[in-house]
């Protein structure tokens, strides 16, 4: 599978456009590349879906900033799809009908008045179905390895009497008298410019091109019934709280036949008690004591993964960062993997009994203990900016 091209790129936008401009470059690139205006040639279908499928993402405010954090991860998951298909356009689920329907009303009157599909079929608008939002909350393991989830998801589903269309059986249709079976009726109107013609939806059919005339009794005419369906999702390795990933025509199932909404999966992070995630990094607080901190020893520290034994060297002072490469989280865009970062903490012990204290007196008058060695004054954060520094 070819590598996705940078969306911006794919437009010719910088990316700080704005709006107006996303909409521009698109309507340029799908009027240069439109079926209508290419008969036959591939190349210009594949560069047409392409450019719908940046303005989907550049033109949505949420799906814009998923995208300008994560890259092309934040928009389809795991690459490929898997059980469930994550992607919008790039997953597969939208033909070349549903990029007519959801964006054709931007082009005005090109083309002899309105857009075609590629097979020579009316540029009609089909039903779509509404989006699901659900949130998954992942422990830092699964967010680390990828993990994938079965969801019971309450949703309508296409009703299995009528198999969703609406109508008794196959002869309860008739032509639309409106639209005369094109699914859009055009206007001609009178404005400062002259005469513009505009389309729009048939409003009788709903761009259908046909109406029942008999109702499927079941769902009396609606195609759909509420349900509930069980959707397996693949969760890549990676993701960061808020994400969301998509799964394409997994919402709710449109009226009379339409294209199933999306499911959009909102991730969350359960807190882990020992570990902090920053990026991709993971931090963890280790508390030593006095003894081990003067003498060195080996300690146990916890990781996403399970425990893991380091060394402590002699003389390590409260603020010191150790880092265990490789042991933090895989990044989503599969650039390698952040490290743990092992905070160290000396633990002073709150009372002494006279035993005790009469031994720290006698090692305080020794003369490593006499002078302290100089350490900058800085708290635990600081030392780490320099440590990254």
């Known amino acids: 599978m070819a590598e996705k091209r940078d969306y911006y790129e794919v437009l010719g936008v910088a990316k700080n456009a704005n709006a ?46 998923r995208y300008d954090q994560f890259g092309h991860a934040g928009m389809s998951g795991a690459a490929g799809g898997g059980a469930g298909g994550f992607g919008g356009f790039g997953g597969g689920g939208f033909s070349m009908e549903d990029i007519f329907s959801q964006f054709g009303d931007i082009f005005g009157g090109h083309f002899g008045g309105g857009f075609r599909s590629s097979n020579g079929g009316g540029g009609r608008r089909v ?82 091109g046909k109406v029942i005339t008999a109702s499927c009794d079941k769902c009396k005419g609606e195609g759909t019934l509420r349900g509930q369906e069980v959707v397996e999702i693949k969760i890549p390795a990676g993701v960061g709280e808020g994400m969301v990933l998509t799964v394409t025509g997994k919402g709710n199932a449109a009226r009379q036949g339409g294209v199933n909404g999306d499911l959009q999966v909102v991730i969350e992070e359960e807190r882990n ?100 060695e100089s350490v900058k004054n800085q708290n635990i954060f600081e030392r780490m900016k320099s440590f990254f520094r």
């Open 273 to 372: 008690p020992e570990l902090v995630r920053d990026g991709n990094d993971l931090i963890h607080n280790l508390n030593i004591t006095v003894t081990t901190a003067l003498l060195g020893g080996t300690v146990e520290v916890p990781t996403v993964d399970g425990r893991a034994k380091i060394k402590i060297a002699p003389g390590t002072h409260a603020g010191k960062v150790l880092r265990l490469g490789g042991k933090g989280l895989p990044d989503v865009n599969g650039y390698g993997r952040g490290d743990e970062l092992v905070v160290v903490d000396i633990t002073v012990p709150s009372k002494l009994s006279a035993e005790e204290r009469k031994l720290v007196e006698q090692l305080a008058a020794q003369p490593s203990f006499q002078k302290a």
């Open 127 to 208: 039903n779509r179905g509404s989006d699901i939002r659900v949130r998954v909350r992942l422990t830092l393991a699964e967010i680390a390895n990828g993990v994938t989830k079965k969801l019971k998801i309450n949703k309508t589903v296409a009703c299995d009497k009528c198999g969703g269309s609406g109508a008794r059986d196959a002869n309860s249709y008739s032509t639309c008298s409106t639209c005369n079976g094109t699914g859009y009726v055009t206007r001609v109107e009178n404005t400062f410019f002259g005469r513009m013609q505009t389309q729009g939806v048939c409003p009788t059919c709903g761009g259908t």
């Open 20 to 65: 107006d401009e996303i909409k521009k470059a698109y309507r340029k690139a799908a009027i240069q590349f439109h079926p209508d205006k290419n008969p036959g040639d591939k190349e210009a279908e594949e560069k047409f879906k392409e450019a719908a499928e940046a303005y989907d993402v550049l033109s949505n405010p949420d799906k814009r900033a």
